[in-house]
């Protein structure tokens, strides 16, 4: 699928403890980071978030964060 925000690029974040992370670039669009992801919510990322338009808020780091 031809997807916007989705790359080859790898890397680390440095937040291990929170891993693994993905980060999105959007055209036109902050990057929204994804911590503490499986596979079951890759799905529900790439639905949500790259088909869609709708960052899958729960699964990002700051909500991560809160905890």
Not at 15 to 33: F, L
Not at 42 to 65: D, Q
């Amino acid at each position: 699928r031809d997807l916007p925000g989705v790359g080859p690029q790898t890397g680390c974040l440095g937040m291990h403890r929170d891993g693994p992370e993905v980060e999105i670039y959007r055209p036109g669009e902050e990057k929204v980071a994804y911590a503490r992801v499986t596979a079951d919510k890759v799905s529900r990322v790439v639905t949500g978030h790259l088909e869609n338009g709708r960052p899958v808020s729960e699964y990002t780091i700051g909500a991560i964060a809160k905890g």
